[in-house]
């Protein structure tokens, strides 16, 4: 799923589920079992911060409306100890956001030492959105490509590992996805009008990801194409994506800074 260029998205099957031979069903099964691993993982890089690691985790996470981006946080994310989270989902930017620089509010939210950093879309937006709707020139998108790359770098230097995932869906999984959200009165909440909106420059959008993909893909912040029709298989894969950033970062329990055998017999002896 790593992204290879140039990026076609065209190419890339949203069913696809290449890699798993399984059904929905063990897919669920799948995903549980692989819980206590991901867990485990993220409570050693916890527990490591607290004696100096300065290791941390940042999971970006974009997509078409409807990609299944909340589903990410509550069925993955949401199995690990909360404590060890930060999760910010980006809205358009508040007055006081827009008189600085782009980066300046993702900065504010970049995850502390010890900590899984998850971004319910990002500084990405303002690549995508402005490119499509011209919010901005040409000349200043190609600048903002230029200060991403600079910004995650920075990032890596820092140690913090960068996982971005574009969920791929297809334009009439997310038609089916918006009529669920219009049949159920449970879900109108969820429902935007602009989602409709958006689906009338679908083209551009996908040629927006491509690009922003090829300028800002690299091995200290590697981007993936994920098939996201199916969303059980999505949920499998970016627990896995989590895993093997986790498991290169290979967190150890800090040792004990005190004598075991001492405070055991101190405990026996009450």
């Known amino acids: 799923m790593r992204a290879r260029r140039p990026v076609r998205l065209a190419d890339v099957d949203p069913r696809d589920k290449t890699g798993y031979d399984g059904k929905k069903a063990d ?21 490591a911060s607290r004696h100096g690691a300065a290791d941390r985790v940042l999971l970006i996470i974009q997509g078409m409306d409807t990609a299944g981006k909340g589903g990410i946080v509550r ?4 199995t690990v100890d909360p404590q060890g989270v930060h999760h910010h989902a980006f809205k358009a930017p508040s007055e006081e956001e827009l008189e600085h620089d782009f980066l300046w509010r993702i900065e504010n939210e970049i995850p502390g030492e010890g900590m899984i950093g998850v971004f319910d879309r990002s500084h990405y937006e303002d690549v995508l959105i402005h490119r499509v709707r011209g919010l901005s020139s040409t000349a200043e998108v190609e600048g903002r490509y230029a200060a991403i790359r600079e910004f995650e770098e920075d990032l890596a230097g820092r140690g913090v590992k960068i996982v971005k995932v574009m969920l791929h869906i297809s334009k009439d999984e997310q038609a089916g996805r918006l009529q669920e959200r219009l049949d159920r009165p449970e879900k109108h909440w969820k429902f935007d009008p602009a989602d409709i909106d958006g689906r009338e420059m679908w083209d551009d959008y996908q040629r927006a990801y491509e690009i922003a993909i090829e300028e800002t893909d690299a091995d200290h912040a590697p981007w993936f194409v994920v098939p996201a029709d199916r969303k059980w298989f999505a949920r499998i894969a970016v627990q896995e994506l989590l895993i093997e950033a986790l498991q290169d970062i290979d967190p150890q329990w800090p040792a004990a800074t005190f004598d075991v055998a001492e405070q055991k017999a101190r405990l026996s002896a009450e």
């Open 27 to 47: 897919g669920v099964k799948t995903l549980a079992a692989m819980d206590p691993v991901l867990s485990d993982l993220q409570e050693r890089l916890f527990a």
């Open 75 to 78: 069925h993955v994310i949401g």
